[in-house]
């Protein structure tokens, strides 16, 4: 079964840039909470490794996380 559209290309073609519009002026409006949200992503992503290495040494985790806590704001 092949789906046809029923808008032409003109319609699909303006619809695509309203969508477009739309989750940029999103993504403006809530950028402060998105750059805060990407840099603890960031930030989690980096220290999983170095996390993962103190627990294999024997290090409990909440030692490890206070290690890299201070040496993050430190």
Do not use: Y
């Amino acid at each position: 079964m092949i789906a046809t559209s029923s808008f032409s290309h003109t319609t699909r073609l303006l619809l695509i840039g309203a969508s477009i519009v739309i989750v940029v002026a999103g993504m403006r409006a809530f950028a402060d909470t998105l750059n805060a949200f990407f840099i603890a992503a960031l930030i989690a992503i980096l220290c999983t490794p170095v996390q993962k290495r103190l627990r294999a040494r024997g290090w409990s985790q909440g030692l490890s996380l206070l290690l890299i806590l201070l040496l993050i704001i430190d």
